[in-house]
């Protein structure tokens, strides 16, 4: 009886523990994940870029010198153009190199002038290449998967105080086609913002030591853009490449399995030599013939 009256006294000066204080709001990830809201929300994004390319890996002597530029006026889902500019080294031995997409309202398509072709890579911008090199444009207007896994806030540059930094670490996937198992390519990403959360600053690196800065002149988005500023359509005269999911049809495209078994026979084709003239491959039967396969990338 004495027992429990002295627990019945204690019982009020037994108080709960406090509970756990929330954890702070991170202001790297609360900016990044605005700027991803806005780009999100945008129907149409204008903006251009001024490039550098580095590499620490390759030492400074030895770097060829590159300037880049990039010029997108998008919008959704898939109206507008996007020129890449790059002139890799200077003066008379400056060799210059335009890679451009077009929308047309249908399809998304990479644009050869040189050869004249054009060849549908989607519906929408984020399924084409344009935005590979610019993870910071976010999953609705890039198709590169990233995880972002770590932020932290950098210092402002020294001509722009009032610019906000952030630096994203994280993971992307192997790229399609690697082998099983491959293992996860690591990315980083460092912003900085305009007072207005325009973004005006990044550098990129994924995998490897290669490194992108980009300076951005011009950032706007709007929700509801004109798309008769956007229009675009195929030049004249150009060829239009199969859409690589229409040939193949819904069935998945596998580069192994399209490729002729060990031991087969060669099919026949028609190649043109050095002298301008067409031969057969069959006319080469018998002989030995050196193949020697180039790409441009």
Do not use: C
């Given at each position: 009886m004495l027992q429990a009256l002295l627990l019945l006294l204690a019982a009020p000066c037994v108080q709960e523990p406090a509970a756990a204080a929330p954890p702070a709001p991170d202001p790297a990830r609360q900016a990044w994940e605005k700027l991803q809201q806005r780009l999100a929300a945008a129907q149409s994004l204008d903006l251009h870029a001024r490039m550098e390319l580095?590499?620490?890996?390759?030492?400074?002597?030895?770097?060829?010198?590159v300037k880049m530029e990039i010029q997108l006026q998008l919008a959704r889902p898939g109206h507008g153009?996007?020129?890449?500019?790059?002139?890799?080294?200077?003066?008379?031995?400056?060799?210059?190199?335009?890679?451009?997409?077009?929308?047309?309202g249908?399809?998304?398509y990479a644009v050869d002038h040189e050869?004249?072709?054009?060849m549908a890579e989607g519906a929408e911008w984020k399924d084409s290449e344009v935005g590979f090199f610019l993870p910071f444009l976010g999953p609705t207007w890039c198709s590169g998967g990233l995880e972002p896994r770590e932020f932290s806030v950098?210092?402002?540059?020294?001509?722009?105080?009032?610019?906000?930094?952030?630096?994203?670490?994280?993971?992307?996937?192997?790229?399609?086609?690697?082998?099983?198992?491959?293992?996860?390519e690591s990315f980083e990403m460092r912003l900085w913002l305009?007072?207005?959360?325009?973004?005006?600053?990044?550098?990129?690196?994924?995998?490897?030591?290669?490194?992108?800065?980009?300076?951005?002149?011009l950032m706007a988005?709007?929700?509801?853009?004109?798309?008769?500023?956007?229009?675009?359509?195929?030049?004249?005269?150009?060829?239009?490449?199969?859409?690589?999911?229409?040939?193949?049809?819904?069935?998945e495209f596998s580069l192994e399995g399209s490729l002729l078994p060990v031991g087969a026979q060669a099919p026949e084709a028609v190649l043109i030599g050095l002298d301008g003239?067409?031969?057969?491959?069959?006319?080469?039967?018998?002989?030995?013939?050196?193949?020697?396969?180039?790409f441009f990338h």
């Open positions: 580095s590499d620490s890996a390759i030492p400074p002597e030895e770097m060829q010198e153009k996007a020129v890449w500019t790059s002139v890799f080294g200077s003066g008379e031995d400056a060799e210059t190199i335009v890679i451009e997409w077009i929308g047309t249908d399809k998304v050869e004249k072709w054009v950098l210092p402002p540059p020294a001509e722009h105080p009032d610019w906000q930094g952030l630096k994203i670490t994280g993971a992307a996937p192997p790229e399609e086609g690697a082998e099983e198992g491959a293992a996860e305009a007072p207005d959360g325009a973004l005006r600053r990044a550098a990129t690196s994924l995998g490897g030591t290669a490194e992108m800065l980009f300076e951005i002149d988005l709007s929700d509801k853009p004109d798309l008769e500023k956007y229009r675009t359509v195929i030049p004249e005269g150009y060829a239009v490449l199969a859409d690589p999911e229409e040939e193949h049809g819904e069935e003239a067409e031969f057969g491959l069959s006319s080469l039967k018998g002989k030995t013939v050196l193949l020697n396969f180039w």
